[in-house]
């Protein structure tokens, strides 16, 4: 029993590692793209300095969390605290999403990501909870930048 329990750990701790690289390189990667050719690419194209704010303050936040966090705050092991990051990564995400143009970037599919690993890293019930507000998130920017016309046909 005790070999199952150190072999999960040492499961988790991977995916923790994985998971940490993929919130560094993921909004460098989008930034990158962005700079370098910002009229090719739909990214930032509803809010520009939004997007550039949000995928700098994203990178900010993955490195801090990944190299500057005490190893005493086991982050694995608080459950507060990895809920919380991982719900900042959720409303980084979205607005990224939101700045790009919302679903039809087709970046929405990277929450699926940040979602699939909260549950992995956080055991019980509060692993529901990272998935649950995402749909009226996404519901309410949806009708607040649709216009009228396309939504009612009017």
């Known amino acids: 029993m005790a070999e199952r329990t150190a072999l999960y750990t040492d499961q988790l701790n991977n995916v923790s590692v994985v998971y940490n690289i993929y919130r560094i390189v993921l909004p460098l990667v989008l930034l990158v793209t962005y700079i370098t050719s910002p009229a090719n690419t739909q990214l930032g194209a509803l809010a520009p300095t939004l997007f550039v704010q949000v995928t700098t303050a994203y990178a900010v ?56 690993s909260g549950s992995i890293l956080i055991r019980g019930r509060i692993s529901t909870f990272l998935a649950g507000p995402i749909p009226p998130v996404r519901c309410i920017w949806f009708y607040s930048t649709v216009p009228l016309q396309r939504r009612y046909g009017a």
């Open 61 to 116: 936040f993955g490195v801090a969390i990944t190299f500057f966090s005490p190893a005493s705050l086991r982050l694995l092991e608080n459950t507060n605290l990895l809920a919380s990051t991982l719900v900042i990564d959720i409303v980084a995400m979205t607005l990224i999403i939101y700045t790009s143009g919302g679903t039809a970037s087709g970046l929405g599919l990277l929450l699926i990501v940040t979602v699939a």
